[in-house]
């Protein structure tokens, strides 16, 4: 599992990249327009990839924000070091 989430967003939108930018050099009509697609899906992933490690965040900084309103509505202050 370790290596297989950084695999899937960092290696295949590297090797959809490689294997595009090929195709695209190679000249040839017949394969460029694969590898504009393929150029354009590893954008595609990456930018998936960023959303979603976006949200996380978010829902993480929610849950702290939750528990620093219930320490403020149990004490009357901001609990130390919140941010």
Do not use: Q
Request: charged fraction near 25%; hydrophobic fraction near 40%; charge should be positive.
């Amino acid at each position: 599992m370790r290596f297989t989430v950084p695999a899937v967003r960092y290696g295949l939108p590297l090797l959809l990249t490689v294997v595009g930018v090929y195709l695209l050099e190679t000249k040839t009509d017949k394969w460029g327009g694969l590898g504009v697609m393929l150029v354009g899906t590893a954008v595609i992933v990456l930018m998936l990839n960023v959303l979603f490690r976006l949200s996380i965040r978010s829902n993480d900084e929610r849950s702290r924000e939750e528990d620093a309103r219930r320490y403020y509505d149990e004490h009357g202050r901001w609990p130390e070091g919140y941010r």
